[in-house]
Each structure stands twice: as C-alpha cells, then as structure tokens.
C-alpha cells in the first residue's frame, strides 16, 4: 500500500526566508533610526523625501542668495555713510569759504581739504565689493569713473537684481554710482573741481562766489540722492530679513516632515523586531519537528 506523505518543506523554508528578511529589516531599522532606508522600504514614502529634499535643495540656494544680497546692502550702506559724512565737511568749508573774513590763505588751505576729500569721495564711488564694483551694476569691465579725472564710465549701468524668494519679484542689491554721484546736471566731481578753482580764484571774485554757492545748492541735491539710496537699501535689507526668515522657517517644516515619513517609531520598531524574532523562533521549531516525525514515519 502506498503512502502519500505531503511535503510543507517549500512553504516553510519561504516562511522562514521572510521572517529573516523582516528580521533583518528592522534590524537595521532599529540600528540606523530611519524607517526608510533604501527606496525599497516604502517606495511612495522614499519619492516624498526625495521631493522634500529637492525642495530644501533650492531653498538653500534661495538662502545663498539672500546671503550675498544682504551682504552687498551692507556695504553699500556703509559706504553711502562715509560719502554722507564726506559731504557734510564739504559743506562746511564751502560754507567757510564764502564768508567775508576768509583770507586768501585760508581759502587755499579749504582748497585743498576738499581735493583730498573729492579723492576719498572717488574712491567710494569706485570701490569694489569682491570682484564687482558696488556701485557698478551691470557694469562690471569698468569703474564706475575715471580713477584720474573723475569722468563717468561710457556705458550707463543698471542695477544689479537677484531674487531672494521663491515666487518672488527679483531685487536690487545695491544702487548705481549714476544714481548717488551724479544727475543729469553734473557729477560730484565737477561740482567740488568748480569750488576748488573758485576758493583758489579764476580772477573773478563774483563769478567765484556765485560758483561757491551753486556748490551750496548741489551739495545738498547730492544729499538728497544719498538719503534716497539709503532708504531704497534700507527696504531691500529688510526684505532679505524677511526673506531669510521665511526660508529658514520653509527648510524647518521641510526638514519635519520627511523626518515624520522616514523616521522610524523606536519603541514599535523594537516591539516589531521582537515579535518577528519569536515568530521565527517559533516556525524553526516547528520545522525541526516536522523533519523528526517525517524521519520517524520513513523509519
């Protein structure tokens, strides 16, 4: 008589196999913290981290951005500061000038402090932030004047944009020379050159004294355009705070949720992996019992 013994051996040695495998799984789990490790884990969940990742990617570039926006605020700020300064004094020695006790003498002396300080002015005004000129704009090949007489560069520059947000309007990161040191009049340059002759003297003492006051009148149109270009820095470095702030808080909420879709719960992970070791326990003994009452059975 024939006797059919049915044979589990396949679907137990496949049992077995994904009892390890899960074992293995939250092994690593456990060991690394992550509940997803490679995209095989969960392959909806790893695309979501991807995408975040991607997101947070551009944010720091947007952060990049926002960096080197405020930094070249910051130093055109500071240098508008100095140029300020710069016109106060020549505002008073002008003013020095066209009194009536002023000697010769002393208006030679008031010359030449307001050369000097037409020297520092152009320095300013060609001063470079880095590689760029900071009041050069789009205009980098040259400065924004001529280092020896002063005169504007041949081509008009515009200003310089970035854009610090996403979804947002580009902005300006800083002013032109043209905008500060000049209008359609004149430049700063000449205006101080023609005070410089005047206090020296062409030989004309009225025309001198009506050139002394028109410095007067346009020292303070240059200062108006100063005050102008701080406000206008002023709002674009508040803009990049608000910027900063916002990025910042983006990667944050980024950062929470993937740690939210990859990170593992180490208290489950440690009751999973406890289960699935006495569950593979379990089914390797009743595998050694099975091989023994088979064996038996063959005799």
Do not use: C, W
Not at 124 to 147: C, E, H, M, V, W
């Amino acid at each position: 008589m024939n006797y059919r013994v049915a044979d589990n051996n396949s679907s137990t040695i496949a049992r077995i196999n994904a009892q390890r495998s899960r074992l293995s799984v939250l092994q690593e789990r456990l060991s690394s913290g992550k509940r997803i490790n490679r995209p095989s884990d969960d392959p909806i969940g790893a695309e979501a981290v991807l995408k975040l990742r991607t997101s947070q990617k551009e944010i720091e570039q947007f952060q990049r951005n926002t960096q080197t926006a405020n930094q070249k605020l910051t130093a055109a700020d500071t240098s508008l500061n100095s140029y300020e300064n710069i016109l106060d004094r020549v505002k008073t020695l002008v003013t020095q000038g066209l009194g009536d006790t002023a000697t010769q003498t002393a208006k030679d002396a008031l010359a030449t402090e307001i050369e000097s300080l037409r020297s520092r002015i152009l320095n300013i005004a060609n001063s470079k932030n880095g590689d760029d000129y900071l009041f050069g704009g789009t205009r980098q090949n040259a400065p924004p004047f001529d280092p020896a007489t002063g005169i504007p560069a041949v081509t008009p520059a515009t200003a310089q944009f970035m854009q610090i947000e996403p979804g947002m309007n580009a902005m300006a990161v800083s002013v032109t020379a043209e905008t500060v040191f000049s209008d359609s009049t004149a430049t700063i340059f000449e205006d101080l050159t023609n005070a410089i002759n005047a206090l020296r003297g062409t030989g004309d003492p009225t025309a001198d004294r009506t050139s002394l006051e028109m410095t007067m009148s346009r020292l303070e149109i240059y200062r108006n355009l100063v005050t102008n270009a701080h406000a206008q820095i002023g709002a674009n470095m508040n803009q990049t705070e608000i910027a900063s702030e916002n990025l910042g808080n983006n990667f944050l909420a980024f950062s929470e949720q993937i740690n939210s879709i990859e990170t593992a719960d180490f208290a489950e992970t440690a009751l999973d992996l406890a289960e699935t070791q006495q569950a593979l326990e379990a089914t390797l003994q009743v595998a050694a019992r099975g091989r023994r009452t088979l064996f038996d059975f063959l005799g």
